[in-house]
């Protein structure tokens, strides 16, 4: 059934009682409840049911669900067993002001960019130890942590993402069987808003970009006040340590990312085998009793329940935007205004909004390829130029949307509401969407 503009109305719901009342988990599920109700009426119930068992049975949900759970628990490790302590004790005496902690952090966020997951939880719990002496705000280092996580995984194509995308490409055809990591690669220079993304971050830190909106008020708060925003579970509170050792923060570190890259790019076996690697070495250096170790491990497990709850809902939530044809409608909407010049930046916008209010970025772009790239050859536009139009509309849902994954991760990762964290972040998301769309244009005018 074709629901037409109604199919707007869900998603409308949710970023309308998201901005009222500041909380997104009970935003999102009012959503999905919402959307349901409009395909099944006072049946919705089942529907509901069915879906989020469907949800929670599917292998993709369950591969989220453990390595999400899992890096709770790794971290809970190099935070209890004094790693991430060690590490600020070494790295703060390195910086001099707010500002230098802030560039390490983004330093940080653009070495470990293996997957946004990896680096949101791993880059917010290791400096905001660091940041916190400086007075900075948790709002601010979200913002650091999230603009290097899901971008910088759409610029180095061995990450989760290009492997994902280039699968993508390949089954849609707009690569050849094997070809697809090379467009992938090809489109790189033309994802404009992952590239603007990154380059904003120093911009903002070192105040070439003013600080506005909440972002402004956060730190504004954190210097007069010395209230950073934490909102984090306390039993993981950085761990002082008498004796700090660096090797119980860079060998669990190195394990993790050894075994996620070789021999295949695998989050899940290379947290595991990253857990692994820091119980054994925590016992041969009695850094905490072996009860203490697997107490920890659950405890890890136990501060990621929230973020868990949110990711079981937003896919619930993709799934009913997904029935409801929300996308399809969107694309369909801006067909009549199609040109050869305005394709990419119309895509990039329309993908962009679909993304941003779904909170859904690989699920979008695997429903919208099908449809964008027969459109981009009837026109005669360059492949690798809307392949990156298309990526860019994902990183921007990503790292924009009040409920995506990355920003629930990363406002985890450091620590502060996931509402104070979007909120203050979107100015900036913007301004590189923005001038994402302009180059976008440019670039179909004079090629």
């Known amino acids: 059934m074709d629901y037409g503009a109604v199919s707007l109305i869900p998603t409308a719901l949710v970023l309308v009682l998201a901005i009222w009342s500041h909380r997104t988990l009970e935003s999102v599920i009012f959503g999905a409840i919402v959307a349901f109700l409009i395909m099944d009426g006072w049946q919705f119930a089942d529907r509901l049911a069915t879906v989020t068992t469907e949800v929670l049975a599917d292998e993709s949900t369950a591969w989220v669900m453990l390595v999400c759970g899992l890096y709770g628990s790794f971290i809970g490790l190099l935070v209890k067993g004094g790693g991430a302590y060690a590490f600020g004790e070494w790295l703060t005496p390195k910086l001099q002001s707010k500002r230098s902690s802030l560039l390490a952090t983004w330093l940080l966020g653009l070495v470990i960019f293996l997957d946004d997951y990896l680096n949101s939880l791993t880059v ?97 708060r954190a210097e007069e006040t010395g209230d950073l925003g934490v909102v984090e579970d306390t039993t993981l509170a950085v761990e002082a340590s008498e004796n700090p050792r660096m090797s119980v923060f860079f060998l669990p570190i190195a394990a993790l990312l050894f075994f996620t890259v070789v021999p295949s790019v695998d989050l899940l076996r290379g947290v595991i085998l990253g857990i692994m690697v820091t119980i054994v070495q925590y016992g041969v250096l009695r850094i905490m009793p072996l009860t203490a170790l697997f107490d920890t491990c659950v405890e890890g497990l136990k501060s990621m329940i929230p973020v868990l709850t949110m ?137």
Not at 135 to 147: G, H, I, N
Not at 328 to 344: F, S, W
Not at 356 to 383: K, Q
């Open 124 to 220: 917010g719990a290791t400096m905001k130890s660091v940041t916190d002496r400086f007075k900075t705000s948790r709002e601010m280092l979200a913002y650091v942590v999230d603009s290097t996580a899901a971008p910088m995984c759409l610029l180095i194509p061995i990450s989760s993402w290009g492997v994902y995308f280039a699968s993508l490409l390949e089954k849609n055809g707009v690569a050849d069987s094997g070809q697809g990591i090379a467009l992938f690669v090809e489109s790189i220079p033309y994802m404009f808003y992952p590239l603007l993304a990154v380059v904003i971050v120093p911009l903002v830190i070192m105040g070439v970009i003013p600080l506005v909106g909440s972002m402004r008020a956060a730190e504004a």
């Open 311 to 447: 990711l079981l809902a937003l896919f619930v939530f993709v799934e009913a935007n997904n029935a409801i044809g929300l996308t399809d409608y969107v694309i369909a909407g801006i067909k009549p205004y199609m040109t050869a010049t305005l394709l990419p930046v119309l895509i990039f916008i329309s993908i962009s909004a679909v993304a941003y209010t779904t909170g859904s970025n690989w699920g979008v772009i695997a429903i919208a390829m099908p449809v964008v790239f027969p459109l981009a050859e009837a026109f005669d536009v360059n492949t690798p130029l809307m392949v990156g139009a298309l990526l860019s509309a994902s990183c921007f849902g990503s790292h924009a949307c009040f409920y995506s994954d990355s920003t629930i991760l990363s406002a985890q990762g450091a620590g502060c509401k996931t509402y104070d964290h979007a909120i203050s972040q979107l100015p900036y998301a913007l301004i590189g969407a923005v001038a994402a769309s302009l180059l976008f244009l440019a670039t179909a005018v004079f090629s």
